[in-house]
């Protein structure tokens, strides 16, 4: 699904947020992603789903290249990917369900679908009594998880979640990871960076560590 | 290698459009609910939306009165033309019968669009109600005026030039004294018209390019008050295209409404100046009234707002729209 | 209690507002920082600015010019005042002697303003060579035409009121023939020049507007555009006069500039029309020019702009940003 | 330092959020607030920082009664209190040295000292090398702490820490939180809202627990 070669990733600042980066996660895999504040999780989800391009190396994901993929290409492998933003991305002019929404409307899906989608996903996340309030007027978690239902809303074939639980209590944390891997079960690659360290260990999936850029331990055993 | 990425690349490609080949109407749906939802964001906000109207209104209003009141002159000067005559005068001693058929000869010329007779009676009437002499022209024993033909050219032959050669034309004529030509009114006339056209001109111009700043102004602020949402958006696969719907069809509709609210501006104005209009020609002694609004000028006020409005966010949109990238 | 607690009230605002009163050179100093800070906001983002400077500049060269314009034609018709004369005929008997006594007489009057004697011999000089009948009357023995006195009343009579009033005086005169009034370019001209006033009212306060919707328009969508800062800076303890500051000043910016690019746009114009203006008064014998633009339209400009700018903002500011309270 | 007498909050929909809250935090104390996401722990902070106001009860900061206090007064109320919040709220158009700044400008202070208390509050938290930067060029913890660099400059009387850990790896959510507790040791009083169970139990402060807007366990017995 994914594959990195020698990726390197230098901020137009001449900061290299990451070095020299290899690794491939298999269609369908599942992995954590740690590594302390700044070590360069954030950049590395932002490489695959093509919000900063690499400055050295190639990205490969499923099967295609997309290290020098045209612009206007990109719009169509981000419809692929469900990603869960550290800083949720939500449109706070709009409802919880046209929150939702928002991807299908892109990908032009039918009315009739989209209602029935956008409610399993809220279903899925305890939020159905939220549909029709605004972003600003719910909890931090519960921003949180409307950006969860988001990016799984239109059944991708990798999510991508960038500290899904930063803002939620433990018990809640453990739902939420379960919920990932009931998507793992049904086929969807599912890529997490979090730094919770304790959650981390309580699950049984790989994990890529991060140390200033440079990775410490990989997937490819698991792979 | 790279033939074989091209055709991949060029599947994929296809992949991608190919919903939107299959589904035309779904396609057209989109359209229209953009269309309506730009709309529904200004009906939401109705004062700020009305005030961005109303400014392309007042601009959209200025040059097209202006250019009304151009074209009413216009036709006004029509009622003036007379005065581009020439005065033929006779010859003392041409008889009445020998005059007319003169005037005859003279009315089936092709550069001459009208004639009329002044006889010497007629003259010496005329000239002693409006030039205050009449007294004095009481106390003649014989009418001392020759009759008169007053030419008026073809509109095509008014022309300086033109209207010259003419008046050479009839000079040569022995039943004629002397022709004179009134050219002073075409001159000044002309001159008027020349400010007039010149500066509408250029206030024609100058309020276009304003409709342009307001709208592209408008949308640029929109584009960044909404930078979040087009962010996102692009964040979760939303093409260029997809993002700058909206947009456009916001400009095309501040275009549309500016231009209806020019025609509501239009007409208040003629209506208001109707009446020292009717004053004024009222002292000409003229049947002048101001044309009322013909319909084809709400025809092309809306057709110049929504022009001017696409292009004013077309323009807006090109400049910010691909500088709004996610990082 | 209810005492104690607005004692205590009264001082915790007190001393909420000392460092203010305490140190007035730094409340000065923090406003011509914000002052220079709306500026340099404007010079980083130079297209978006001069657009709405450039909308503004517009508007207000628009009613300018059209003021400036109605100012020269008031000049040039007063060099037509002349017309509004009477022209006074007298009896065919009165000797030249009698005659001039008469308008020696006539002249002292408080209401005339001067008086022109035309002897007989000059009527019929200039009747000839303006009339085209000169042959005509080369054809009478004697001299048909009367003396005329051309009474040119003061300025405070040409009123038609007063100048009917002079006619009637001058009419019981024994020596006069007639008295002729001639009103109608009098008439004419105030009829034009109310449709201008009236047309020009009209467009000034369209534009005022428009310059006040552009201004508000703006700032509204600035404040729009800054909605997180302006809730961010609430949160962390700024005062709504704190939050208001930057727009206000953005406003008079933009009035400012705006009336810096009418004057600009002003002077432009005048230089594209000085030719046509030229041409016409060479037509008229006038040795009138149109006159060189005052400084002081500068300092109106100027003055209106930042006012519209100022007022602009404030209402946009007031109905805007209260709106924005953290939630 | 903060009384709350028999507070509620409903909020404008309907729903309340906060029910019938009483408690009494010492001045120079520090304690924190924990509970499930959508608890309330983020609403009484904001009623505290007069953010939203109570629908009933009253509130009293400093000796002061500010259930009922003029609009225009509460600027000078939140000069009080250092806020970090949950959402961070940076300008992203200004630098991190100008984020920081800000409530020093606010409270309209001399150049020369903001200079100096900017610069001081950067070193602690470790951005003083990111003081030119945009925040948006900053990793989710960095930004975090430049909130909290923003809440600390001005010395306030009271700091109120809204989820201050929930993008930081465990070392430097402890390293946060021992400044914190540095802060309290100089008079600050200190209320931290999170729901890193870990870090509390680690830690030895009142805790007061919220459920579903009720309080479970107060901090009285520490006052
Ligand atoms: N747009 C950018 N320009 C310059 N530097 C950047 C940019 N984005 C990130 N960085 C830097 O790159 C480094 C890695 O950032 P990244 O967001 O990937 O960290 P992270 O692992 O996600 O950290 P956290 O857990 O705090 O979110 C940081 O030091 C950050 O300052
Ligand atoms: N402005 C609002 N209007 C209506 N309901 C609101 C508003 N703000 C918060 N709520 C509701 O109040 C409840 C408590 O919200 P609050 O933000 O206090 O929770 P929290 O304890 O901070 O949760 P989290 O840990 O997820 O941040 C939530 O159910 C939320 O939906
Ligand atoms: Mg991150
Ligand atoms: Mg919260």
């Not at chain 1, 990016?151 to 979640?161: E, F, I, R, S, T």
């Not at chain 2, 396609?27 to 906000?45: E, F, I, K, T």
Request: proline share 5%; glycine share 8%; aromatic share 6%.
């Amino acid at each position: 699904m994914i594959r990195f070669t020698n990726v390197s990733k230098r901020y137009p600042g001449g900061f290299e947020a990451l070095t020299n980066i290899s690794f491939h996660m298999e269609k369908g895999a599942m992995a954590f992603l740690t590594g302390h504040s700044g070590a360069g999780k954030s950049t590395l989800l932002k490489l695959i789903a093509l919000i900063e391009r690499c400055t050295r190396g190639q990205i490969f994901l499923d099967g295609e290249n997309v290290s020098d993929i045209h612009r206007r290409r990109i719009p169509y492998i981000r419809r692929k990917i469900g990603f869960i933003f550290q800083d949720h991305h939500l449109l706070y002019d709009r409802t919880v369900y046209d929150n939702v929404a928002l991807p299908l409307v892109i990908a032009g899906y039918r009315h009739q679908d989209i209602g029935r989608r956008v409610r399993a996903a809220l279903d899925k996340l305890g939020l159905l009594s939220k549909e029709r309030m605004y972003p600003i007027t719910l909890s931090g978690g519960e921003q949180q998880r409307v950006g969860i239902a988001r990016a799984v809303v239109n059944k991708p074939m990798l999510l991508l979640a960038d500290e899904p639980t930063g803002n939620l209590d433990p018990d809640l944390s453990r739902e939420i990871m379960q919920l990932f891997g009931l998507f793992n079960e049904v086929g969807v690659s599912v890529l997490i960076a979090t730094h919770d360290v304790e959650l981390i260990h309580s699950m049984d999936y790989p994990v890529l560590a991060l140390d200033h850029g440079r990775l410490a331990a990989t997937a490819e055993d698991y792979a | 290698m790279g033939k074989r990425r091209n055709q991949r690349v060029a599947r994929s490609r296809l992949q991608d459009w190919l919903p939107r080949l299959q589904h035309p109407r779904i396609y057209l749906q989109r359209h229209a609910q953009v269309a309506l939802d730009s709309l529904g964001r200004m009906y939401r906000n109705p004062l700020p939306s009305l005030m961005t109207a109303a400014v392309i209104g007042i601009a959209l209003a200025l040059p097209s009165s202006l250019y009304l009141l151009l074209d009413n002159l216009h036709r006004m000067s029509g009622s003036w033309d007379g005065q581009a005559s020439l005065s033929v005068f006779l010859k003392e001693k041409v008889p009445a019968a020998q005059r007319d058929a003169l005037a005859g000869r003279i009315r089936a010329w092709e550069e001459v669009a009208s004639l009329q007779v002044i006889t010497p009676e007629q003259a010496l009437d005329e000239f002693s109600t409006h030039s205050g002499f009449s007294t004095a022209l009481e106390a003649l024993d014989e009418n001392p005026l020759p009759a008169v033909l007053v030419v008026v050219p073809q509109t095509a032959h008014t022309g300086p030039a033109a209207a010259e050669a003419l008046q050479k034309k009839i000079k040569l004529l022995p039943e004629v004294e002397l022709a004179q030509l009134d050219l002073a009114w075409v001159q000044r006339l002309n001159a008027m018209i020349e400010i007039a056209r010149r500066g509408i001109l250029l206030i024609s111009a100058l309020l276009a390019l304003a409709v342009l700043l307001v709208i592209g102004n408008t949308i640029r602020l929109e584009i960044q008050n909404r930078h979040d949402e087009i962010v996102v958006t692009k964040l979760i696969g939303a093409t260029n295209p997809f993002v700058r719907r909206p947009f456009l069809y916001s400009g095309l509709w501040y275009g549309l409404l500016g231009a209806l609210l020019a025609w509501l501006l239009v007409s208040a104005g003629f209506w208001l100046l109707a009446e020292p209009v009717a004053a004024l020609a009222g002292l000409y002694q003229s049947d002048f009234t101001l044309q009322t609004l013909p319909l084809v000028t709400l025809g092309v006020l809306l057709a110049c707002g929504t022009l001017l409005g696409l292009l004013g966010s077309w323009l807006a949109v090109g400049r910010h729209l691909s500088a709004i990238e996610p990082s």
